[in-house]
């Protein structure tokens, strides 16, 4: 992700959340790395699949922020309350 291919942490973040789906930090990344290359909605979907949306604010925030750059503003301020 550092360097910028997104596309490539995208595939490895996938095999580490497919390996244990329930360890936060490897959702949270993945999270991350569909942010960083514009797939917004994978984003939302992403957390609510995993049932991490609510886990703390950092995954609220990514999600929220996913949401504004989808035009979907509804579900940000749901998001957000």
């Known amino acids: 992700m550092n360097l910028k291919n997104y596309k490539n942490a995208i595939f490895f973040a996938e ?3 497919s390996i244990d789906p329930k360890m936060k930090e490897f959702v949270y990344l993945l999270g991350e790395c569909y942010f960083m290359n514009q797939d917004y909605k994978k984003v939302h979907l992403l957390f609510k699949k995993q049932d ?30």
């Open 15 to 17: 095999k580490l959340v």
């Open 52 to 81: 991490m949306l609510f886990k703390n604010q950092e995954f609220q925030i990514l999600a929220a922020r996913s949401l504004l750059n989808n035009k979907s503003y509804d579900a940000c301020l749901s998001v957000l309350n």
